[in-house]
T-cell receptor, first 116, second 113 residues
Framework: AQTVTQSQPEMSVQEAETVTLSCTYDTSENNYYLFWYKQPPSRQMILVIRQEAYKQQNATENRFSVNFQKAAKSFSLKISDSQLGDTAMYFCAFPGPGGGADGLTFGKGTHLIIQP | DSGVTQTPKHLITATGQRVTLRCSPRSGDLSVYWYQQSLDQGLQFLIQYYNGEERAKGNILERFSAQQFPDLHSELNLSSLELGDSALYFC????????????FGPGTRLTVL
């Protein structure tokens, strides 16, 4: 079975600081994607970033970047210059067997609080 | 805005009742996924449809069913509702049935009293 583990239930940092959220996963597949989704207080699920496992280069989207370590099955999210609007639950997600045809498996989430 | 729409936003009903949640995928997306988010179970995949056909089932109860119509919108039917069915129900869509990014709708909050 696919598993996704987020070991930090809650994190709190000051505005403008850099924060890293961790995620580990377990899979026997070789070709897959990994995702980080953000869920602000509005409860909308918003895609933050996507990483293809076959790509050696880490994905970057503006202030968001990942550190993807395929051998270690680790997929952390780094948020630079954090802003108050980054306050949200962050979920690491991984497609189930078949590349996601069985839906995404989500971690339990990390509640990130950005303090002014 | 992801382009995925869900109605209604909120639904309050009583135990034993039946409700229908509706989802319209992003333009061009053929796959629709349903997820349930509850406090105790987290985010769980329920079911996927691709171009009108059921593609995969997750942790969906027998009291729940879904379908996807020719115009690609989907409905999730929940019957014989129990208190424990209270949750946020998300619909997501993607162009293909696998190996694609899933974009989520705003969700329907169901409260069973």
């Amino acid at each position: 079975a696919q598993t996704v583990t987020q070991s930090q239930p809650e994190m709190s940092v000051q505005e403008a600081e850099t924060v890293t959220l961790s995620c580990t996963y377990d899979t026997s597949e070789n070709n897959y994607y990994l995702f980080w989704y953000k869920q602000p207080p509005s409860r909308q699920m918003i895609l933050v970033i996507r990483q293809e496992a076959y790509k050696q280069q880490n994905a970057t989207e503006n202030r968001f970047s990942v550190n993807f370590q395929k051998a270690a099955k680790s997929f952390s999210l780094k948020i630079s210059d954090s802003q108050l609007g980054d306050t949200a639950m962050y979920f690491c997600a991984f497609p189930g067997p078949g590349g996601g045809a069985d839906g995404l498996t989500f971690g339990k989430g990390t509640h990130l609080i950005i303090q002014p | 805005d992801s382009g995925v729409t869900q109605t209604p936003k909120h639904l309050i009903t009583a135990t034993g009742q039946r409700v229908t949640l509706r989802c319209s995928p992003r333009s061009g997306d053929l796959s629709v996924y349903w997820y349930q988010q509850s406090l105790d179970q987290g985010l769980q995949f329920l079911i996927q449809y691709y171009n009108g056909e059921e593609r995969a089932k997750g942790n969906i109860l027998e009291r729940f069913s879904a379908q996807q119509f020719p115009d690609l919108h989907s409905e999730l039917n929940l019957s014989s509702l129990e208190l424990g069915d209270s949750a946020l129900y998300f619909c997501a869509s993607s162009p293909r049935p696998a190996r694609d990014t899933q974009y989520f709708g705003p969700g329907t909050r169901l409260t069973v009293l």
